[in-house]
């Protein structure tokens, strides 16, 4: 279960998802798009060309660069704590791109991205109790 994020290139005229009239601008190849992300991260790690994950303490980000050469959007799973969201934040500028959240159906802004993350934490934090097995005191 996780947050999540596409990352996609619209120019900043396009405000909302309303707004959007076609597909968005190609990101670059695979192989520069992990590069970029690495100037940012460098702990980040790469499987192969397609999958990568970065991992702190309390947080995992996982990326997916999809199977083109040329990447149209990236997708990230996100888990863990609100802690991430600045890093979020902070690659998406590195990077000079937007991203799309899931959870709201709305572009990823600073100012509304800890609420939404908040809210699919106590969502997921519901769901795993619900189905955790309850253990009887003995």
Known sequence: MSWDLVILDYPPEVKTVDDIQGDARP?????ELI????????????????YGTFVRGDYVIEFNLHSDEICGSIGLRVCGSGRVVPV?????????????????????????????????AAYRDRAVSQYS?????Q
């Open 27 to 31: 990101l670059g190849t695979r192989e």
């Open 35 to 50: 590069s970029r992300i690495r100037q940012y991260l460098p702990d980040a790690e790469f499987r192969g060309k397609q």
């Open 88 to 120: 979020i934040d902070g690659l998406l500028k590195h990077l000079g791109l937007r991203a799309f959240d899931c959870q709201t159906g709305e572009f990823f802004a600073p100012e509304s991205a800890q609420h939404s993350f908040s809210q699919w």
């Open 133 to 137: 097995p309850k253990h009887d005191e």
